[in-house]
């Protein structure tokens, strides 16, 4: 069985970090390509973030130059460094894996960028 399970999301003002982290199961993690979404309430996800297994990386705009996607294949674990966030970057947060022409999601993980 495929699990994904992410953990990090939290509170944090405007200008602060946060590191989020998506350990995975039942792949072989290694040889696929990660992603990283967000979503907010009444609005479509929407990718953030991927890595390659050859560890080519992809952002959207709005984040580029604060967020860095990085993963360890010994650990089978996905990350996502947030710095400078804003409040716009409120959402939940959900890793994603395309195995087997299925989707994969994790159960998501809430952050919430206020003063």
């Known amino acids: 069985q495929v699990h994904l399970v992410e953990s990090g999301g939290g509170l944090v003002q405007p200008g602060g970090s946060l590191r989020l982290s998506c350990k995975t199961s039942?792949?072989?993690?290694?040889?696929?390509?990660v992603d990283w979404y967000r979503q907010t309430p009444g609005k479509q996800r929407d990718l953030v973030a991927n890595?390659?297994?050859?560890?080519?990386?992809n952002y959207v705009d709005s984040v580029k130059g604060r967020f860095t996607i990085s993963r360890d294949n010994v650990r089978n674990t996905l990350y996502l460094q947030m710095n400078s966030l804003k409040p716009e970057d409120t959402a939940v947060y959900y890793c994603?894996?395309?195995?087997?022409?299925?989707?994969?999601w994790g159960q998501g993980t809430q952050v919430t960028v206020s003063s």
């Open positions: 994603h894996v395309f195995h087997r022409n299925r989707d994969y």
């Open positions: 039942g792949i072989n993690f290694r040889i696929n390509t």
């Open positions: 890595i390659s297994s050859a560890h080519t990386t």
